[in-house]
Structure formats: structure tokens, C-alpha cells
């Protein structure tokens, strides 16, 4: 079975400072990791995939096959940041219909 | 470019009622998935359409189930709802049924069961 975890529900920093979402998942074949971002009053959009290997806004993921993570990291965060982040996860062999983690709600103050 | 409509936004029906939410796709996609997030938790596939077939499925009920019309619009229907049915009902669309194809989510229909 597939599953993804994000330990934190909350993430409070202030602007300018660094950030790092944590996700982690399980499964044993090749995944396929996304981030998705819900901000206030808008519908839940694609962030990033993994694949892809780009920085959108300024956010960048690196998949560590051995610590099984793919944390989402931006250098100076902007209040504009401040929004809902998932993870999910599509897989090979298992399931390809994605898998979120519970989400991590980011807060970034001025 | 419309994206993905769902409809109705908001719905209140009591315990042992049905429910049936719909779901127009992004122009092009052919793939309709539906999702169910209960508050604080990540959405939960329910399941997927393709070709007007149910082609995956997530772990609910029976009490659950879909169409996928020719025009690759969708519904979820509901069967004798219970309390714990209440939540946001996400429809996403895509292109194609495969690995990696992102989602596209609609607003959500926000169930409220009595």
C-alpha cells in the first residue's frame, strides 16, 4: 500500500525566513511525487511533480529514494506563500490515482 | 478555458437521503476522479472514470457510486447517507487515466448531512 505522511499540521515563519514541508511516503516501487497548494479561496492547483525538476515560485522538491521523502523547501518565504501544501503520491505497479498526505498549513508572517 | 465545475456548491440533507453531486471536467480531459475531504485530513480518492467506466476505486461503501456521461462530465451518487458522510466532495479531471497525469480540482460540493 501506498501512503504519505506529513508530520506537521502547522508551519509558522516569518518572511524571509527559510522553509521546508516535510513529506515522507511508503512504497516500494518507483513513485510518483507531487505538491499541490490550496490558498485561501481558491481550488487545490499543482504545485510541482518531481519529475519535472523545476522550481515554481521559488519552491523546489529533491526525491531522496533512501529517505523515502520529498520535502518541499523555499529559500526566503513571502507572506503570498501562506497557503495549504499537500503531497501525494502516484505509483508504478500499484496504484497510479494519487495519494495525499493530510496537508501541512504554512503561515508566513510579515 | 472553463475548468473544472462542480455543482451544487453547497447541499444539506438528512441522514438516510440521497445525494447525487456533479462535475463538468477541464476542456479536453477525458478522466474524471472524485475525492472526499473531511475537515483537517487530505482528500480520499473515491474513485476514477474513464470511457464512461469505473476503472479504480477507493476503499468506501457501496453506498457510493458514479457515471461518466459521453460528454466525460461525471456525477457521484450517494445512497442512504449517514453523519459521517458529511464533507468537501472534490471532483478532478485529467488527461488520460495514466501515471503522473496531474489533477485539475473543481471548488467542491460541501455536504452537509443532519
Known amino acids: 500500500a501506498q501512503r504519505v505522511t506529513q508530520p506537521e499540521k502547522l508551519l509558522s515563519v516569518f518572511k524571509g525566513a527559510p522553509v521546508e514541508l516535510k513529506c515522507n511516503y511508503s512504497?516500494?516501487?518507483?513513485?510518483?511525487l507531487f505538491w499541490y497548494v490550496q490558498y485561501s479561496r481558491q481550488r487545490l492547483q499543482l504545485l510541482l511533480r518531481?519529475?519535472s525538476r523545476e522550481s515554481i515560485k521559488g519552491f523546489t522538491a529533491d526525491l531522496n529514494k533512501g529517505e523515502t521523502s520529498f520535502h518541499l523547501k523555499k529559500p526566503f518565504a513571502q507572506e503570498e506563500d501562506s497557503a495549504m501544501y499537500y503531497c501525494?503520491?502516484?505509483?508504478?505497479?500499484?496504484?497510479?490515482?494519487?495519494?495525499f498526505g493530510r496537508g501541512t498549513s504554512l503561515i508566513v508572517h510579515p | 478555458d472553463a475548468g473544472v465545475t462542480q455543482s451544487p456548491t453547497h447541499l444539506i440533507k438528512t441522514r438516510g437521503q440521497q445525494v447525487t453531486l456533479r462535475c463538468s471536467p477541464k476542456?479536453?480531459?477525458?478522466?474524471v476522479s472524485w475525492y472526499q475531504q473531511a475537515l483537517g485530513q487530505g482528500p480520499q480518492f473515491i474513485f476514477q472514470?474513464?470511457?464512461?467506466?469505473?476503472?479504480q476505486r477507493g476503499n468506501f461503501p457501496d453506498r457510493f457510486s458514479g457515471h461518466q456521461f459521453p460528454n466525460y462530465s461525471s456525477e457521484l451518487n450517494v445512497n442512504a447517507l449517514l453523519l459521517g458522510d458529511s464533507a468537501l466532495y472534490l471532483c478532478a479531471s485529467s488527461l488520460g487515466p495514466t501515471l503522473g497525469s496531474p489533477l485539475h480540482f473543481g471548488n467542491g460540493t460541501r455536504l452537509t448531512v443532519t
Open positions: 501525494a503520491l502516484s505509483g508504478m505497479g500499484g496504484s497510479y490515482i494519487p495519494t
Open positions: 518531481h519529475i
Open positions: 512504497y516500494s516501487g518507483s513513485p510518483e
Open positions: 472514470y474513464y470511457e464512461e467506466e469505473e476503472r
Open positions: 476542456s479536453g480531459h477525458d478522466t
